[in-house]
T-cell receptor, first 114, second 114 residues
């Protein structure tokens, strides 16, 4: 069975600080996909990134970056120079290439204070 | 892309009543998912459809829950004899038939059972 763990329940930072959100996953399959979603106070889950298990290259998109390490089964998300608008709950998720059940972690609530 | 649409946004009902929610996926998406999210938790998978076929159901989906997607377009989720434990946000998502394709989520239906 698949599992996603996000050990950080809540994080508070002051604006402009960098923050890293941790995600650890479990699966016995060799082909899988990892995702990060953002859930702002409005409630709708917004897709941020997808990674497949064969692509371990780190990715940067503006102030966001992702570090995928198969050796530690981790897919961490860093926000550089955080802003108040980054305040939201962030979810890490996993799905297999053939199965369609997306397994979500419990989420990390990020509060960025002005 | 008009996005995934869910109705109603909010539903308040008394214990023992039946409720029905509707989801309209993105038109070209043939996969449709239902998730449930309670406060402070990540989305939990309930069921998913490929076209009109219901291909997977979670053990969370008791016999009081039924989902349909009669023509492979919109879907309904019905809860019979609601219980207070059914209070949650019910999320609908859709994607295309392709391994690891990202999910597009609706805004959800917030159910409160009094």
């Amino acid at each position: 069975a698949q599992k996603v763990t996000q050990a950080q329940t809540e994080i508070s930072v002051v604006e402009k600080e960098d923050v890293t959100l941790d995600c650890v996953y479990e699966t016995r399959d060799t082909t899988y996909y990892l995702f990060w979603y953002k859930q702002p106070p409005s409630g709708e889950l917004v897709f941020l990134i997808r990674r497949n298990s064969f692509d371990e290259q780190n990715e940067i998109s503006g102030r966001y970056s992702w570090n995928f390490q198969k050796s530690t089964s981790s897919f961490n998300f860093t926000i550089t120079a955080s802003q108040v608008v980054d305040s939201a709950v962030y979810f890490c998720a996993l799905t297999l290439s053939y199965g369609q059940n997306f397994v979500f972690g419990p989420g990390t609530r990020l509060s960025v204070l002005p | 892309d008009t996005g995934v649409s869910q109705n109603p946004r909010h539903k308040i009902t008394k214990r023992g009543q039946n409720v029905t929610f509707r989801c309209d996926p993105i038109s070209e998406h043939n996969r449709l998912y239902w998730y449930r999210q309670t406060l402070g938790q990540g989305p939990e998978f309930l069921t998913y459809f490929q076209n009109e076929a219901q291909l997977e159901k979670s053990r969370l989906l008791s016999d009081r829950f039924s989902a349909e997607r009669p023509k492979g377009s919109f879907s309904t989720l019905e809860i019979q004899r609601t219980e207070q434990g059914d209070s949650a946000m019910y999320l609908c998502a859709s994607n295309r038939t392709q391994g690891g394709e990202k999910l597009f989520f609706g805004s959800g239906t917030q159910l409160s059972v009094l």
